[in-house]
């Protein structure tokens, strides 16, 4: 753990973002050669959702790890921003290349498809938290407010795995894993902290 948490500390940050963007690249390759199938528009708004909500978990799983001794704190606002960003392509892909902007049609599926719902509140919810991930919000904010605020990344997280199962008309393994790592995650964080035992003389 020492060792891991020694390369973590000489690892630079943009190597997250960089790694983090390979997907994407795949994925516009795909795209342009014929990878993504009879339906590359669906595959590829599919794809960018559940990239979207793995990198999510991977920075909802930050502070259980630290519990285990694997201190990864500094990665997660990048594991939050990429997170965004790729749920940010796949709102995008959806209204642009899906629906084609037909605004009344958009407006039509979010208000009659509860998957769509729940999708469109758990952007809404990551649209602040975005916006302030960076030391200027933190300091203007104060460290309290700014903390508060980012809680709204747990409930941001849990509707977009339900609506990451409610896509499938059968539940796949994959979609239930992902809420079930979620929940795990999430209640991780209601048990109390265990305190350092003191050394006795």
Do not use: C
């Not at 199938?37 to 990198?55: I, N, S």
């Not at 909802?60 to 990665?75: C, D, E, N, Q, S």
């Not at 509140?121 to 649209?127: D, N, Q, R, T």
Request: hydrophobic letters at 55%; aromatic letters at 12%; proline letters at 4%.
């Amino acid at each position: 753990m020492d060792r891991l948490n020694a390369l973590a500390r000489k690892l630079p940050t943009w190597v997250v973002y960089l790694s983090g963007a390979v997907p994407f690249g795949l994925l516009v390759y795909s795209a342009f050669f014929g990878g993504l199938g009879a339906d590359p528009v669906k595959t590829l708004e599919l794809e960018l959702g559940e990239w979207g909500l793995r990198f999510l978990i991977a920075s909802l799983a930050i502070t259980p790890l630290m519990r285990v001794g694997l201190r990864l704190l500094k990665f997660r606002r990048a594991l939050g921003l990429l997170g965004f960003g790729y749920i940010l392509m796949h709102f995008t892909t959806w209204i642009v290349l899906d629906l084609g902007l037909r605004w009344g049609q958009i407006g039509a599926e979010l208000v009659k498809r509860p998957f769509i719902i729940v999708g469109f509140a758990a952007f809404v919810l990551l649209v602040p938290l975005a916006m302030t991930s960076w030391n200027g919000a933190i300091r203007r904010m104060g460290a309290a407010g700014w903390k508060k605020l980012h809680k709204l990344a747990y409930p941001a997280i849990f509707l977009g795995a339900v609506h990451f199962v409610m896509i499938g008309k059968v539940y796949s393994v994959d979609s239930i894993l992902y809420l079930a790592l979620t929940l795990a995650l999430l209640g991780l964080r209601l048990l109390p902290a265990r305190r350092p035992q003191r050394r006795t003389a």
